[in-house]
C-alpha cells in the first residue's frame, strides 16, 4: 500500500536547527492529514494535523505545510531539540470513507546535541 | 492526561493458540481501533469499532479476528487460531470523533 509515502528512512539534524520532514500521497480523497512521533516501545503520539481546506498549521515549534495540487505536505520543526529524535509518521485519512488512518513508512529524526 | 492502556505489553503463543489483545480506551471517546505494525512495515489498520459494532475493516482482518467491546470500558481484539505472520506489535487507538487518534503503548505478540 503506497497511498502515503515518506521517501527519507532517517533525518539528522543539529540541536537548534531546522527538522523538514516530507510525505507525498496519492489518493486525491483524503481531506485530513496527520504527524505522529513515536519512541521506541512507545505507542505513536499525536502532533500535529491540517485539515484539506488549509495550507498551513502551526503548533508552537512544529507547523506541517499541505500543497493538495502537489500531493505533499511536510513537517517544520523549529528549533529542533534532543528530545525530538524519534520516529514520525505522515498519516492521511478520508473523512467520508470512515476513519481509517493509513500511514507512511516513517522518517527517524537525530538531533545531535 | 487520559491514556489509552493496553495490556499485556508482550505476549509469546504457539501457533495455533488463541490469544486476547486488552485496551482500555479513553473514557469519553466512541470509536475505538486496532492497528499492527510488523516489523520493519508501516503501521496497518485492522478494524475501527463504533455504536458496538464493527465499521470498517481491512482485508488483513479476517475470520480469525474478531473485536468485542464486553463491558462499556474494554475493549479486545480476538485472534483465534493464531499464525506465524500475526507476529507484530498491535496497537489500540480510541478518538472522540473523526480527528485525532490516540494510541496505546502496544502489545508485542510473538507467535512461535
Known amino acids: 500500500d503506497q497511498q502515503v509515502k515518506q521517501n527519507s528512512p532517517s533525518l539528522s539534524v543539529q540541536e537548534g536547527r531546522i527538522s523538514i520532514l516530507n510525505c507525498d500521497y496519492t489518493n486525491s480523497m483524503f481531506d485530513y492529514f496527520l504527524w505522529y512521533k513515536k519512541y521506541p516501545a512507545e505507542g505513536p503520539t499525536f502532533l500535529i494535523s491540517?485539515?484539506?481546506?488549509?495550507d498551513k498549521n502551526e503548533d508552537g515549534r512544529f507547523t506541517v505545510f499541505l500543497n493538495k495540487s502537489a500531493k505533499h505536505l511536510s513537517l517544520h520543526i523549529v528549533p529542533s531539540q534532543p528530545g525530538d529524535s524519534a520516529v514520525y509518521f505522515c498519516?492521511?485519512?478520508?473523512?467520508?470513507?470512515?476513519?481509517?488512518?493509513?500511514f507512511g513508512g516513517g522518517t527517524r529524526v537525530l538531533v545531535k546535541p | 492526561e487520559p491514556e489509552v492502556t493496553q495490556t499485556p505489553s508482550h505476549q509469546v503463543t504457539q501457533m495455533g493458540q488463541e490469544v486476547i489483545l486488552r485496551c482500555v480506551p479513553i473514557s469519553n471517546h466512541l470509536y475505538f481501533y486496532w492497528y499492527r505494525q510488523i516489523l520493519g512495515q508501516k503501521v496497518e489498520f485492522l478494524v475501527s469499532f463504533y455504536n458496538n459494532e464493527i465499521s470498517e475493516k481491512s482485508e488483513i482482518f479476517d475470520d480469525q479476528f474478531s473485536v468485542e467491546r464486553p463491558d462499556g470500558s474494554n475493549f479486545t481484539l480476538k485472534i483465534r487460531s493464531t499464525k506465524l505472520e500475526d507476529s507484530a506489535m498491535y496497537f489500540c487507538a480510541s478518538s472522540e470523533g473523526y480527528e485525532k487518534l490516540f494510541f496505546g503503548s502496544g502489545t508485542q505478540l510473538s507467535v512461535l
Open positions: 498519516a492521511a485519512s478520508d473523512k467520508a470513507a470512515g476513519n481509517k488512518l493509513t
Open positions: 491540517i485539515s484539506s481546506i488549509k
